[in-house]
């Protein structure tokens, strides 16, 4: 019997009947229960208990979509929730999608299996009261559980004092607890100014009494400077405790790496602490390295005590270690001391200690740039800052202050004031010297380079070979030139006053006024020219301009006026008395000869490094010289042409002399084609050669056989 029933078709199609009948009435049950617990105003309900007594309203469209596989799902188009006590938007998303388990549709906790929220909308910023615009809603518990959240293509912007915070394409994928941990990532691109940022992040949540923890976080972001790449990696462990509102990053490892200049960056900080609107870091270390195969930096940070509030910062100390090496030179600079930042007033520091050291490598020792400064720093903005300070620069006491200002419609502008009690040039002169082509300070070409102007005072100055004293200056320098007006100076037992400038042409030009009184003309001279045959006190007018990168060039390219002015002094190498006396002529290649003289007087032209003069002047008891010539001042030869008069008897015939060849070395000669103009016997030309003498010093005649 029961045979024959199995194999009736009556009996089949009756089973499949019944069976499509009841899979149907339960699918139409199954559908009336979701829509009857997904209904619109079922949705709006669930919304508006978890928003809880925030004062906030939810709204989306009227059209809303409802699945019953894999799961229930309802789609929600053009939510909105509202500003607390306000219809205006606090957060717009275009599209909302809630999967629940199938218990929740006949319990009284419903579980959320998967929530997506796409292209949502938010602007997060801090209210009047000191607390976030949207932290009344993730505060919120809510009475449904949650499973797994996906926030895909979002805007996050975040308002801060400084301007606006754009984050794009913002996404949040936390999936299902187990074991009461959630495994989550989170990424984003964050878009401000010239710097573009992608990052994305990863770790595990632990729900805490309180709060939760995330015992394990990695951040890695990427973004580009100009055609420069960066890259961030950070890794710590989160907790956040929620009736305190505290955030605090445990062990914080910090890595940057950088394509300019292939730059690294590493930094520990082992408590970081968030809470309100302060942030609180007991210690930072870090270093950093850069460089290529031309020059490489280095250093390290450290701060301590850092305290950071909406209004005001605090640094009880840091220190910053930097050293710079080439093939040549390493340069080393330590920056130490306490900072306070105020919103009202600025950044300030009362203590600043800065030390600073350059050495050669590889060669013999040559320490330079030496300072050992205190002092004090006040910034009220990039646009305003100022420093005082007093030291050691090159182990000789020194102070300086500066201040920066930038105003609209005008270069900005650093003033300094400078104090050195000596200063030698001789150690930096070398490198200046072993510059090829423009020798223009390079720092000057920098289009964001301020204009300086810097009061100097420098109680002795030397430069390789010259010597000045009491030196006051002010200092000009910018893109087109640098001037030292109002030059003031002790020069070689006198004083001078003037100007010296410099423009940044292609060779360098230069240009000297100087007014020198009571100077030692014979030093001066020799610096200036390499020009050593005069010597006595003097006074000197100088008016030259030249260019060119090394002295050669310079002393080729030489225009200008040189008056002299000299007493009491002697001329060097040649002895007119004993000239005068025997008629000979001694050469003097070690420099012990000389003409003294009571007064010397010079008037010169120089024109492309040849110094032209006429009818220059030397008086002493005894004689009177009045030269004309030439003297080529980079070859350092001379051409000149005497007249030596008895200064006791004006009206004696004078006695020509010729002086030419090398200025360390010249060949002197008497000039008997003047002496003996007219004249043919050799007879006749010694008779004129003695009355000459006997004219100039009779009782002196030598004695004839």
């Avoid at 709204?59 to 229930?72: E, G, I």
């Amino acid at each position: 019997m029961t045979n024959r029933l199995l194999n009736s078709g009556k009996f089949w199609l009756k089973t499949v009947f019944f069976g499509l009948l009841a899979l149907f009435l339960m699918f139409v049950g199954l559908y009336a229960s979701v829509y009857h617990f997904l209904s619109n105003d079922r949705i709006r309900q669930f919304a508006q208990e978890g928003l809880g007594q925030t004062g906030r309203s939810i709204r989306f469209d009227k059209s809303v979509a409802r699945n019953l596989f894999p799961r229930p799902t309802v789609t929600l188009k053009n939510l909105i929730v509202s500003q607390p006590q306000n219809t205006a938007t606090a957060i717009h998303i275009k599209e909302m999608r809630i999967g629940i388990s199938w218990q929740s549709l006949w319990t009284d906790k419903p579980v959320i299996e998967k929530w997506v929220v796409s292209g949502a909308n938010a602007v997060l910023q801090r209210t009047s009261g000191g607390k976030w615009n949207l932290q009344d809603i993730w505060q919120q518990s809510g009475k449904a559980g949650l499973n797994r959240l996906i926030i895909e293509n979002s805007t996050l912007r975040l308002r801060l004092a400084d301007g606006e915070y754009r984050i794009e394409q913002f996404g949040l994928n936390a999936k299902a607890p187990d074991s009461g941990v959630r495994e989550f990532s989170v990424y984003g691109r964050f878009n401000h100014g010239s710097m573009p940022v992608s990052w994305q992040g990863s770790g595990l949540l632990e729900t805490a009494a309180g709060g939760w923890k995330i015992p394990k976080f990695h951040l890695a972001a990427e973004g580009r400077l100009n055609d420069e790449t960066i890259k961030l990696e950070a890794d710590s462990a989160l907790v956040w405790q929620a009736q305190e509102s505290l955030l605090r990053a445990d062990n914080l490892a910090l890595r940057a790496d950088g394509s300019y200049r292939d730059f690294h960056l590493s930094a520990q900080v082992p408590r970081m602490t968030f809470r309100h609107d302060r942030v609180s870091v007991d210690t930072l270390s870090g270093a950093f390295t850069a460089g290529n195969d031309a020059a490489q930096w280095s250093g390290s940070l450290k701060l301590n005590q850092t305290e950071l509030s909406g209004s005001r910062a605090s640094l009880d100390g840091f220190r910053l270690n930097a050293n710079h090496r080439n093939g040549s030179l390493q340069t080393s600079l330590s920056v130490a001391g306490p900072v306070v930042w105020q919103k009202a007033n600025g950044l300030k520091s009362d203590a600043v200690h800065i030390t600073s050291i350059q050495n050669t490598v590889n060669l013999a020792p040559r320490p330079r740039y030496i300072s050992l400064l205190n002092g004090s720093f006040h910034m009220t903005g990039w646009q305003h800052w100022q420093g005082r300070f007093t030291g050691y620069f090159d182990r000789e006491p020194a102070a300086l202050t500066v201040k920066y200002t930038r105003q609209a419609d005008r270069p900005p502008l650093l003033e300094a004031g400078l104090a050195l009690q000596k200063l030698s040039l001789a150690p930096y002169w070398e490198d200046l010297e072993a510059q090829s082509g423009n020798i223009y300070p390079e720092f000057l070409n920098d289009d964001s380079l301020p204009d300086i102007e810097a009061q100097v005072k420098i109680g002795n100055m030397g430069f390789p070979g010259l010597q000045l004293d009491n030196v006051e200056t002010l200092i000009s320098a910018n893109r087109q030139r640098i001037a030292f007006s109002n030059f003031k100076a002790g020069l070689y037992g006198g004083r001078t006053e003037g100007g010296i400038s410099m423009a940044n042409t292609i060779p360098v030009s230069y240009h000297l006024q100087q007014n020198a009184q009571g100077v030692q003309i014979r030093p001066l001279l020799q610096d200036l020219f390499g020009f050593h045959s005069f010597s006595g006190t003097g006074d000197a007018v100088i008016d030259l301009t030249s260019k060119g990168q090394d002295r050669r060039s310079l002393l080729q390219l030489l225009d200008g006026t040189l008056s002299l002015n000299v007493s009491d002094g002697a001329w060097h190498g040649i002895d007119m008395n004993n000239i005068l006396q025997s008629g000979s002529i001694k050469k003097d290649a070690e420099n012990h000869l000389q003409t003294p003289f009571h007064r010397f007087s010079l008037n010169s032209v120089i024109e492309k490094g040849i110094s032209r003069h006429i009818d220059s002047e030397l008086l002493s008891d005894s004689i009177r010289v009045v030269s004309s010539g030439f003297t080529d001042l980079e070859k350092q030869e001379l051409s000149e042409e005497l007249l030596i008069y008895n200064a006791r008897n004006p009206d004696s015939r004078p006695v020509p002399l010729q002086i030419k060849g090398s200025v360390h070395n010249p060949s002197i000669t008497l000039d008997y084609a003047q002496l003996t103009d007219g004249l043919e016997t050799p007879q006749e030309k010694q008779k004129a050669l003695e009355n000459t003498l006997r004219e100039q010093w009779n009782w002196l005649i030598p004695k004839r056989k």
